[in-house]
Every structure is written in structure tokens, then in C-alpha cells.
């Protein structure tokens, strides 16, 4: 028995219209929340956490209700074609709502940032007014508090060693380390890269809390509309989310499922794919084109509807799968256990033996679950704060940073074929463990690497970070196989809602962890975070004993009747 690859990548065009609004919302949404309200890393990660609360409810809720679905288009078909159609609708207006926002703290930003101007002043929220110098300075003090200010042990490491010799790379943000101007291939003046190392990123902080304090705070009302209308998509995005994902163990036999995840992982990529071309053009086009980034996506998902709708007759799938699991003999329901009877005979398996493994399976379940929590914890850390990690730490433009998000994409994506035979090869657990391990000494690499902003990190972070990407494919492709293992049936879209309740769950808590990690002790102490939270999901799935692969059953029934010769 094979897998049929090309039916199995049709039925991923649905998922790849759920990876095409979350790869673009992980990206653009935190930088949105940071340029046009300027939160702090704990309040930005407590709101990317609130609305992975609501999909925490939602997801069982609307897997359950799919199962028990009956339609002539299927069971998960009408929640995918509603629930695109209604987010499309509602999504463009996410960045309409912070539009007149975004405006006013771009303007204030400007006028903080730009301190080369003759005769400089600016005034805080306070009252306080300085020079060029007088903002330098104070930022300089601040950082003795919060190093995102200005962290003096970076400086000291690279022989800036007091006051004076801040101020001489902030006041001459135009001359090189060597005396000579800093200009581009034109001979225009730009930025060196000793003041986008030391001083820069201070700088861009300290503007954000000013966009907090002097326009958020005293106008709360567009946060709070932006709050509501985000609140909607959410919602719309939960109803249709969990029967995309069950379809494909609807139609997949159970030996072949952790290969036909790899297909649909493949899927979602070409739609992470999509978004990561959308944000990243524009936002090399335009820094702050939100509202064009959140329509292009919004015509992406329209169009793989279609070719869903084209591609997929889900109840011709699912009769098609049920017809080749009779003639191999297998079943994707549980299988009770059987004992052997003197003569050989297989026997129905006693009742204590039956709930003996049952309880083994729970435990099982349980085990997987928690530890695809802890993953999440670890991992989700990370990709809801990379925009403003690669921003505000390494000083990175945004649409540089959607380009090395980008790559890891693409890198990432060519090893869904094998990772899925690995799979069949060592099995479901041994390999989630293996992209674990990768994911732990990636964000080790990062933390002590390419924690500050040099002329290297930006290289050594993408290699690290490409790594990483590698083990979540290995961990992604096998961990929602392990879970649906255990189900039936009838059961795959609730248990497939239990997955994301556990990856949901982390998500919405996670960010939130993060942002008070990143605030208390500086934003490189991420990615020591994750790597805590990623050894504990390998602690924990070392313990489970159910849901590996199945072996896969004989080609024929000729070879079943010979199978014990």
C-alpha cells in the first residue's frame, strides 16, 4: 500500500488556506501592534496570546460538530467554505482599525528618531525636554536598568567603556569606527554600523514607549476596536481550522498517516509560502503597508478555496479510503487486543485486558499532548516575537526579516518527503525526539551567538534558525499522526480539536510568558527560554508507549495468507 501523493496534496490546499492567514498574522501582527501602539513585549505577548484563548474553546468545539456533520459535500467541507468566506470578509479590517493609529505614531516616532536634525528637541511624555545629546544620555542611564535602552555589557564587550564613548557613536551616527564617512554606493550618508549596533535599537525602544504613553494610553479607543475586530477573524478562523486538518486522516489509512502529514505540512508551506512573498514585497515596498499585505492575503485564501472546491469531492475521498482499508485488511478505528488461544487462533482479548490498554493509551494520549504543549510553549515563544526579535535586537528591517523567515520556509519545506518515510523507518516517537534535540541546540546556537547585533548575527541566526525550522518539521509532521492514532472514525475531528487544544493552550499563554522574560532580562534570554521549555517536551515524550507507526500491511491477500509461512 501506498500513499497517493497527489490526492493527498489536494486535500492540503486546506490547510494551506489556514497557513497562508497565520504565517502572515505570526509576522505582521506583532509588528503592527509595536509601530502603531508601541506595547511592551509583556503587553503585545499577552494580546497574541488572548486570541489563541478563544481558538483553546473553539477548535474541540467545531471538530466535535464536523464528526457529527452530515452533508452531500462531506463533513468538513462546509465549515472550510464558510469560515474562509466569513474571514476574508472580516480580516482587511485588522489594519483599517489601526490605520489612523499607525499614522499618528509614525509621525512621533519620526520626531524622536530624528535626532541628526539642527537645533534637535524633543519633549517626553513627562514633560522633559532634550537635546540630541540629553536624549542620548538619558538613554545611556536608563540602560542600567533596561538594557533594552542601552545594554552596557554589549558596549563594554566592544570596548565602549563609559558615557563619553556612547556619545561619540551617537552623536556621529554618519562615521565609521575608523574616522571615515559611512555612505552607501551612491555616496549618500547612512547609518554606520557601530550606531545601528550600540545605539539604534535604544533609541527605536525608547520611541515606542512614547507611542504607548502619549497616544495609546490617552487614546485607547483604536486598541480597543482593533482588539474587537481581531476578536471576530479569530472566531471565524476557529470554525473551519480543526475539520481542515481532520480531513486528511478522514482519508488517509493509519500506517500512512505521518507520510501524508508530510503532504499536508507541504501544502501549508506553499501557503506560508504565499504570505511570506506578500509581507515581505511589500514591506520592502512600504513599511507600513498593513492594509495591502491583510487584502493580498485575503485574495490568496479566496483563490485556494477555489482550487479546493475544485480539487476535493471529500465524500468520493473518504468512500475511496474505506474500500482500500477493507482490501488490506485494516481498520481506522481502535483495535481492541487479541490473545492467542492454544491452537493459535486469534481470540478477542479479555476485559481486563482491554481496559488494561486503554488506560495505557490515555496515558499515552495525555503524554503526547503535554509534551506537544511544552513544544509549543517553546516554539511559539519564538515565532510570535521573530519580527520583533529581528527588528529591535539585531537590527534588522522588516522586510529583511521576512526574507530570512522566508528562507527557512523554503529550506524547511524540501525535507517533508523524507522526514515522512524517517518516520516509517525509526518511527513517529524517535523522530519527534531527533527534531526536538535539533530545535534545543538551534536556540542554544542563537542564544549565545547571535543574542546582539553584529556584523555577523544576522548570518549566524539564519543558520541556526534554518535548524530549528528543520526540527519543527520533523515534530509538526509526526506529532498530529501520534494523536489521531488513537481515534476512530468518529472521532478524529474531536481528537483532532484535543491537538489544538493542547497547541492552542501554549500559544496563548506562552507569548505572554515571553514577553515578561524578554522585558525582565532582555529580549536574547528568548530563545534560552524556549530551549526549557523544548527539553521538557522531550522529557515528557520519552515516557510514551502508544500512537508510533504502524507496520504497513501486505500488498495483497495472497501475501496475508503466506504472512505466517
Known sequence: MKLDYKKTLKVGTAFAIVMVFWAAYDFVVPLLLENAYGLSNTMRGLIMGLDNLLSLFLLPLFGKFSDKTVTKYGKRTPYIVIGTLVTVLLMVFVPVSANGQLKEATALRNAITNTTAVDYSYTDDKGNTYDAEGL?????????????????????????????????????PYINADGTP??????????????????????????????????????????????????????????????????????????LRSQANAMINLAGGFGGALAFIIYTVVLLVNPSGYIMIFGLVAASMLALLTAFLFLVKENKLVNECKLLCEEYGISNDEEEPAAKSTNGELLAGTDSEVRKLKKAKMVSFVLILASIFMWFMGYNAISSNLSIYITKTLNLSPGLGGIISGVSMAISAIAFIPVGYLAVKIGRRKSIIIGFGLAIAAFLLIFIFAGNPSAYAMYLFTAFYLIAGFGLIIANVNTFPMVVELSSTDTVGKYTGLYYTATMS?????????????????????????TICVALAVGLMFFVKHGDSRALPPKSKLEMLGADD
Open 136 to 172: 542620548y544620555t538619558m538613554l545611556y542611564n536608563k540602560g542600567y536598568e533596561n538594557s533594552d535602552f542601552c545594554d552596557h555589557s554589549y558596549l563594554k564587550l566592544n570596548d565602549i567603556d563609559n558615557l563619553e564613548d556612547y556619545l561619540d557613536v551617537a552623536l556621529n
Open 182 to 255: 559611512s555612505e552607501d554606493k551612491n555616496g549618500d550618508p547612512v547609518y554606520s554600523a557601530r550606531y545601528n549596533n550600540f545605539v539604534n535599537s535604544g533609541l527605536n525602544t525608547f520611541a515606542s514607549t512614547q507611542v504607548n504613553n502619549k497616544i495609546t494610553m490617552e487614546k485607547p479607543a483604536s486598541l480597543i476596536i482593533y482588539m474587537v475586530v481581531l476578536l471576530l477573524v479569530l472566531i471565524a478562523m476557529a470554525t473551519f481550522r480543526s475539520p481542515a486538518v481532520a480531513l486528511m486522516p478522514d482519508v488517509t489509512p493509519k500506517p
Open 506 to 530: 501554549a500559544q496563548a499563554i506562552t507569548p505572554f510568558i515571553a514577553g515578561i522574560v524578554m522585558d525582565q532580562f532582555g529580549n536574547k534570554n528568548l530563545f534560552l527560554y524556549s
